[in-house]
């Protein structure tokens, strides 16, 4: 089950040309990059979080966001869900034996980002 969405969608973007970044733009023959704007992401209420359906996955060797994502979700592309659900952002933060949570159903999830 893939879904079409992006955590890229509705976000804007900047046209960085800061002075900060004259050399490298210069070795490149760029006067500017465009990227996108760091989004403020909220984290649900208890109150929602009391409705959502969560699952645990056992942190083990060879685990991975997006074999994770692959298989609660059906699509690898959403791994970033994970990571940010547990609010632990690197697959280095995890210890084998620990407990990872998967927020379900998916398209509650992603109403969070929208």
């Known amino acids: 089950m893939a879904f079409n969405f992006s ?5 804007e973007v900047l ?3 800061s002075a900060q970044y004259a050399e490298q733009l210069a070795s490149r023959s760029l006067s500017f990059i465009r990227h996108f704007v760091t989004p403020a992401i ?3 209420s208890n109150e929602i979080l009391a409705k959502l ?3 645990n996955e056992i942190w083990g060797v060879g685990s991975r966001f997006y074999k994770i994502a692959a298989k609660h979700y ?3 592309s959403l791994w970033w869900i994970i990571p940010w659900f547990n609010k ?3 697959e280095t933060d995890y210890e084998a034996g620990e407990v990872v949570l998967i927020p379900k159903p998916l398209h509650v999830v ?3 980002f929208e």
């Open 110 to 112: 992603l109403g969070f």
């Open 7 to 11: 955590r890229y969608t509705g976000r």
């Open 88 to 90: 632990l952002p690197l």
């Open 74 to 76: 059906g699509d690898p």
């Open 15 to 17: 046209k960085n040309g």
């Open 53 to 55: 359906d969560i699952e």
């Open 42 to 44: 909220g984290y649900p």
